[in-house]
């Protein structure tokens, strides 16, 4: 599913009055989405001129958090160059894996943790779609309407705010659009689903590099590792 500015449809159905009850399920429905294993592509779509590129795509695999954890396990996978860079982070540890070019050899370095601020919001826009969808807030008073539509077979829930900020959630609560600007992007887009990970998904592609306790590495040389960011 596919959805810019171009190609989203019209809603099929709406509600302008957007009472509690309504913002409360939009809620209950995007922490259910968080609690299903899940494999997505995405993309944010820059504003020509950011320096950033028009388009920026990537992909997560995602499991729930287990007991007390704040959030689950998860990879995020990026093209670097013409190669992949890749971020796992598995239970209590985080690796940066690369693969400079297609077809050469892999090298990660860690376990490590975030040691500042910046750091720990890189990280957060490593997972981005599970951040935005666990920090949608049913308390905001300005939500105007809430509205289904249908892109590419896939049917879509969409909230929108007084600041035409709008969010859209798949039917099973995951992330598919999202227009808030969080991280200077014009717009977020889901382009593929899948329910379900498999556990390969989280198997380190090489033997990493030990780093220092609260060091967080750059394996990207000079240039930064294809992370969003939040706010950046």
Sequence with gaps: A???SATAPRSAASTTNVRPIDLSRFVALAQHGLRVPFAASYRFVYPKGSGRGEVHSFRIWSVPAV???QWGNFVYEAPFGS????????GSDEYECLQPASRSKWRCVGPFGAASIGQTMQVEGYRYPMWMAGNINPDLPHALSLSYQTVFARRLWCLKFDTNTVFCLTRTGQLAFDSSGAVNARQFDLLSLTL???KSAFVLPAKPTRVKVGWFPNLCGRQQCPSPGIGM
């Design 67 to 69: 007991g007390s954890k």
């Design 2 to 4: 596919v959805i810019s």
């Design 196 to 198: 379900g990970v498999t």
């Design 83 to 90: 190669g992949m860079f890749r971020f796992i982070q598995s």
